[in-house]
C-alpha cells in the first residue's frame, strides 16, 4: 500500500469540529488507497497552558516532569482524532509516543529521535486497519522516560515517520496555505511559493519563518522526504500548498526566494578586548558552553594602546539570551580568560534577511540589497553572509519597511 503521512497542527485540531474536518481530510486520502499516519499535535494554546502550569508549579522544574505534564496535549488529540475516524467507518488506532515505542535520547524537553521501529504499526496496517494516529512532539527515552522534542517538535515526528516508514509525502496542515515569499502580515505583495529548495527552507525557518521547525526540515532534507505544507481549512489538490523538495525538483529558480527577519535579535559589543591569538576562542566557547546562540559576529580593526592591541568584538544572540550571554562574558573576566572595558548591549535591533540558492552562482545580490537599505534611509549595523542568505542588523523601527523595500528590490511578487 502506498502511504502518505498527514501532520495536524495545534489551530487544525482545535476543537472537535476542525478534528473531524482534519478526519475527513485524512478518510478522502484513506478512498483514494492510501495507508496514512497521522500525526497530531495539541489543540492550540494547550501545550502553553501546560507550560504555563508546570512554571507555576516548579520554577526550577525537573524536565523529566515537565515532558510528562507537557505531552500530554498530544495524547488528547490523537485519541480524539482516532475516534473521529472510528465514527466515520475509517479504521484507525492511537499510539503515544512509548507505545511505538519512539525512542529518543534522553535530552528532556529537547531530545532527538534515536530510532523508530516499525514492527506495531505495520502490524496494524496488516490486520486492516488504514490510520495509525500517532502523538507528536513526543518520545520515549532510554530510561523509560517520556521525553518532548522541543516547542513545535510535532512536524519533526512527522518527518521522522515519513522516513521510518518511506511516506510518499509528508503533508504539513497547518493554518497558513503555504509558505511565502516573507510575511504577508508585512506587504500584501507576499506570494505563496509553489516549491522551495529544502536549503532555502532550512534558513527561512531558523531565520524565523514559524511554519516548520528547523529540525523537521533537517531531516527532511538528509532522507529526501518529500515535504508539502498546507491549509487544513481549503480543498486541497495534488498542487496545493508550498513543497519543499530538492534544488533540482526546481525548474526556475529566481536568485532570491525569501526575505525574513527575526524581531528577537540582540546586538552585544565588548569593548577593549585584547587583540591576540585565542581572543575568539576565549570569548565565543564560554557562550557556547552557556548555550547562547551567537549569529552574526564582527571584529573591528585592532587598535595600538600602551603597548598592546585592542579591538571591539560584536555579535548577536536572541534577546532572551542577553542575560545568559552577560553571566558568560562577567565570568570568564573574573577567571582571567578575557579582558574587557564594557559590554554594551542593544535590543532594540532586529535582523532581516534574503536567502536564496541562487546567490551561489550570481554575484551582486549584497549590492542590490545594500542599494534598497540606503534608499530607505535605513543604517546597516551589522552584516553576516553564508552561501545562500544576507543578513542585516538594523534599528527594529526600521525593521517592515526594510522587508517591504527588498521584497520590492528582488521583485519578488512576481512568480
Ligand atoms: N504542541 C507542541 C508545541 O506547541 C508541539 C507541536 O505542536 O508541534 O510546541
Ligand atoms: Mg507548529
Known amino acids: 500500500m502506498p502511504l502518505l503521512v498527514m501532520k495536524f497542527g495545534g489551530t487544525s485540531v482545535a476543537d472537535l ?45 525537573d524536565a523529566r516532569e515537565y515532558d510528562a505534564v507537557v505531552s500530554s496535549g498530544e495524547n488528547v488529540t490523537a485519541g480524539l482524532m482516532a475516534l473521529t475516524l472510528q465514527e466515520m467507518d475509517v479504521p484507525a488506532r492511537s499510539w503515544q509516543g512509548w507505545q511505538v515505542p519512539i525512542l529518543t535520547t534522553s535530552a528532556h524537553s529537547a531530545a532527538r529521535f534515536i530510532d523508530i521501529p516499525r514492527a506495531s504499526i505495520d ?80 534558513e527561512l525557518a531558523s ?63 565588548l569593548v577593549k578586548v585584547q587583540d591576540r591569538p585565542g581572543i575568539a576562542a576565549a570569548i565565543f566557547g564560554p557562550l557556547s558552553d552557556a548555550g547562547v546562540n551567537v549569529d552574526m559576529i564582527v571584529q573591528n580593526i585592532s587598535e595600538q594602546e600602551n603597548g598592546g592591541a585592542f579591538t571591539d568584538m560584536t555579535f548577536s544572540c536572541p534577546t532572551n539570551q542577553v542575560i545568559r550571554a552577560r553571566k558568560a562574558m562577567d565570568d570568564a573576566r573574573a577567571a582571567g580568560l578575557i579582558s574587557y572595558a564594557d559590554l554594551v548591549q542593544d535590543t532594540d535591533v532586529a535582523k532581516v534577511s534574503v536567502v536564496g540558492i541562487g546567490m551561489r552562482s550570481h554575484a551582486g545580490v549584497a549590492a542590490t540589497m545594500f542599494k534598497a537599505l540606503a534608499a530607505e534611509n535605513i543604517n546597516i549595523k551589522v552584516i553576516a553572509t553564508s552561501e545562500i542568505k544576507i543578513s542585516v542588523l538594523i534599528d527594529r523601527k526600521y525593521m ?3 522587508v517591504q523595500a527588498l521584497h520590492d528590490a528582488f521583485e519578488l511578487q512576481k512568480a
Open 207 to 269: 531565520l524565523g519563518a514559524k511554519v516548520l521547525q528547523t529540525r523537521s526540515v533537517e531531516l527532511a532534507m538528509r532522507y529526501k522526504v518529500r515535504l508539502r505544507v498546507l491549509s487544513s481549512f481549503e480543498d486541497n489538490d495534488e498542487s496545493s500548498g508550498t513543497l519543499v523538495c530538492d534544488e533540482e525538483d526546481i525548474m526556475e529558480s529566481k536568485v532570491v526566494s525569501g526575505v525574513a527577519y527575526s524581531r528577537d535579535e540582540a546586538k552585544m559589543t
Open 17 to 61: 469540529g476542525r478534528i473531524a474536518n482534519a478526519a475527513a481530510k485524512v478518510r478522502r486520502e484513506v478512498a483514494r488507497g492510501y495507508d496514512v499516519i497521522v500525526i497530531v499535535s495539541a489543540m492550540s494554546g494547550k501545550t502553553n497552558e501546560l507550560v504555563g502550569w508546570v512554571e507555576a508549579t516548579s520554577p526550577l522544574f
Open 123 to 202: 502490524a496494524k496496517f496488516a490486520e486492516g486497519f488504514k490510520v495509525a494516529v500517532v502523538a507528536g512532539f513526543q518520545g520515549v527515552s532510554p530510561e523509560g522516560r517520556i521525553t518532548t522534542l522541543g516547542r513545535g517538535g510535532s512536524d519533526t515526528t512527522a518527518v521522522a515517520f515519513a522516513a521510518a516508514f518511506g511516506a510518499e509525502r509528508c503533508d504539513i496542515y497547518t493554518d497558513v496555505d503555504g509558505v511565502y515569499t516573507t510575511d504577508p502580515r508585512i506587504t500584501d505583495r507576499a506570494r505563496k511559493l509553489d516549491r522551495i529548495a529544502f536549503e532555502e527552507m532550512l
Open 400 to 402: 517592515e519597511l526594510a
